[in-house]
């Protein structure tokens, strides 16, 4: 079932690969040849950390994105943040979101609009004065032994665009195409559950965005002769927990806005057909909606806009219309990436225009239409298919089910994970004479857990100078966790950073000093030699002290865990957070209020500088928690620290009339 398209052989002269940088260096240039140390191939969110992240650690870089517009689904739709927990999005990740928050007059902010994302990535190109290659996308890939030593490109009309020569090389497209050129191996679909040992890989009947029994699947209702309506396959179902190489469904995340001065009504498509629609009729009838969200799932963002995802069984998802796209070549995928956006511009149009619908939705959907602030380049359309899954790569380790769920811990983690396991559906099928969709696998309950180094290298004998943090190696139950735009940053930048010591070790990818990586991503995790942040989790045992009948809780805190006390505990309690200031200055220190139902309505904190103390008190009704985040970081003081032990932070019950949290504490160097 595993695809390797042309491999290398896997005998591997090791002098060749030391000496790999300094041959390269001593090459002639030839016309049309750009050199560098670095070259990332793809603008996406991660293409442009690990663009950022090389050039700050003084190596030339050249980044290439076949299209004409930086960030990926970060900066083309996906606005509202999947993060499960905060805990994990470290490092240029999180500086990403500290900077969206700055823009909106905030400390971080996860819930953005797709031209803030893009200006934001646009101005870490400027400051890395990093050179972008646009609109050109991979010919060709050269090979000396197992290490690559040049790319060609090519204009989107086929035509030659120059070549590219570097020492290491980073895939950071959604699709893993030089990860694939290259030589190394991979896969995509489902594998069997017996694969990795998993309980809900490949083939899935579940509940969750699923159709109400009895939906009928034919044209004309109670007639098979009449042929299935569009968009249901006439497979058979499979046998439950094997595996395929069908593909979890793509969408669009749709920004849509209600503001009248900003707004560009919904018009008929190109190709629009509303027998595609049918059975969001059907569904409707079964299950009535009373506005939008019966069907979509509509995500408010700043000034009037949306980030729309799919939600129920019939929506934005076109099920079963990508199972080619992960191996097809540039003009099929154009074409796959245009018929999903013919789709969901009918799917707005049916919506407000079909008189079938019910009118006060039809009503509700009339008020939004396309903002004329956005994606002014392409007519006002995303021009990032949401690409959920593509190739997988069949890397040095394989992150599984496993690895989420906690039952495996690997020692070289360089990001980490935590959102839920989560695969759309892949097939629409009839199943007992009703229609039913088919994959879709939604498992809660994920904490923080490592990915490991090994599974962002290749195989060693298949490519000795590329990293692929993006279509990395793991199960398809694994990536439906790992699959979010933070940890695909951490990742990237953590690649850069392995990249960019391979070439000042002169080794391969895979040699390289992960227990190394790993304290530079600590000590220097904006890539700058700046002072880093020093944060303070309730798990960190040799920097907490409490005192009294604090509890433990798993869920819902920042990182691992949280502790909480009752206010029917009247004994005075303190939890104290000690920091250890390494680097004498001023700093913000922040205070992490989780989301609990039960907030005490004042939450009583003192810091103190070494000297004095530092009185502050957390009002509930301040804590603006959103429905993306665990919690919030609330601003406590801006103080002069002096290195050492003696600066803490200490949370008391003292005079709460709820739950008291003690989760986390920040330290924020004033730059």
């Known amino acids: 079932m595993y695809k390797n398209k042309n491999r290398m052989c896997k005998a591997v002269i090791s002098g060749l690969l030391f000496l790999l940088p300094v041959f390269l260096k001593a090459q002639k240039v030839a016309p049309g040849i750009t050199q560098a140390d670095v070259c990332v191939y793809g603008g996406s969110a991660a293409g442009v950390i690990a663009a950022y992240t090389a050039a700050g650690m003084h190596k030339k870089v050249v980044l290439v994105e076949p299209g004409y517009r930086l960030g990926g689904l970060s900066s083309g739709g996906l606005g509202y943040t999947d993060i499960g927990n905060k805990y994990v999005v470290t490092g240029l990740a999180r500086d990403f979101y500290r900077r969206v928050g700055r823009h909106y007059g905030k400390f971080e902010q996860w819930i953005f609009e797709p031209k803030v994302a893009e200006s934001i990535f646009l101005d870490y190109i400027e400051r890395a004065h990093c050179p972008v290659r646009y609109g050109t996308r991979l010919k060709a890939v050269h090979k000396s032994a197992a290490a690559i030593t040049s790319i060609d490109l090519e204009d989107a009309q086929g035509k030659p665009a120059g070549s590219i020569r570097a020492r290491v090389f980073i895939d950071c497209t959604y699709e893993g195409d030089l990860m694939a050129k290259a030589g190394v191996g991979y896969t995509t679909g489902r594998e069997a559950n017996n694969v990795y040992n998993e309980t809900a890989n490949g083939v899935q009947l579940k509940e969750k965005h699923q159709f109400p029994d009895n939906i009928d699947p034919y044209r004309i209702p109670g007639k098979p002769e009449s042929g299935l309506l569009w968009g249901i396959s006439n497979e058979a179902l499979a046998a439950m927990g094997s595996g395929d190489k069908k593909i979890q469904t793509y969408n669009f995340r749709i920004c849509l806005t209600n503001d009248a001065a900003n707004l560009i009504p919904i018009t008929k498509p190109e190709g629009y057909d509303a027998g595609r629609y049918e059975l969001l009729l059907r569904f409707l009838a079964a299950k009535p909606a009373k506005d939008l969200d019966g069907f979509m799932k509509v995500d408010l963002m700043p000034n009037h806009k949306t980030d729309i995802n799919n939600n129920g069984p019939f929506s934005t998802d076109m099920i079963g219309m990508n199972y080619d796209y992960p191996d097809a070549d540039y003009a099929t995928r154009q074409a796959i990436i245009k018929s999903h956006e013919w789709y969901t511009k009918g799917f707005l149009y049916f919506i407000g225009h079909d008189e079938r619908m019910p009118e006060h939705l039809r009503k509700l959907m009339l008020q939004w239409g396309y903002p004329k602030d956005e994606y002014v380049k392409t007519n006002h359309w995303s021009p990032q298919l949401y690409v959920r899954e593509a190739r997988r790569m069949l890397g040095a380790y394989t992150m599984t089910e496993a690895n989420c769920t906690g039952r495996e811990v690997v020692p ?142 798993t869920n819902g805190g920042y990182g691992p865990s949280l502790y909480y006390i009752k206010a029917t505990e009247k004994a005075p309690a303190t939890f104290s957070f000690v920091p250890g200031i390494r680097h004498k200055g001023r700093y913000q220190v922040y205070f992490y209020c989780p989301k609990l139902p039960d907030l005490a309505s004042v939450i009583s904190v003192q810091v103190f500088d070494g000297v004095k103390n530092i009185n502050a008190s957390i009002h509930k009704s301040a804590v603006n928690v959103t429905g993306q985040t665990s919690g919030e970081w609330v601003l406590l003081a801006s103080a002069v620290f002096n290195a050492g032990k003696k600066a803490r932070v200490t949370v008391t019950n003292q005079g709460a009339d709820a739950v008291v949290p003690a989760d986390a504490v920040l330290f924020v160097p004033v730059r």
């Open 412 to 553: 070289d983690g360089v990001g980490m994970g935590a959102y839920n396991m989560d695969s759309h559906n892949a097939e629409r099928i009839v199943v007992n004479g009703m229609v039913k969709n088919e994959g879709d696998v939604q498992i809660n309950g994920i904490h923080p857990y490592p990915v490991a180094y090994r599974s962002v290298t290749p195989k060693a004998g298949e490519c000795s100078n590329l990293l692929v943090p993006v279509c990395l190696s793991a199960s398809h139950m694994a990536y439906g966790s790992i699959r979010m735009e933070p940890v695909f940053m951490v990742l990237a930048q953590s690649s850069a950073m392995a990249a960019c010591m391979a070439i000042d070790k002169k080794t391969s990818v895979q040699q390289v000093d992960v227990q190394q990586l790993q304290a530079m991503l600590k000590n220097n995790p904006l890539a700058d030699n700046s002072i880093p942040e020093i944060l303070v989790d309730n798990d960190d045992t040799a920097h907490v002290l409490l005192n009294g009948p604090w509890q433990k809780e």
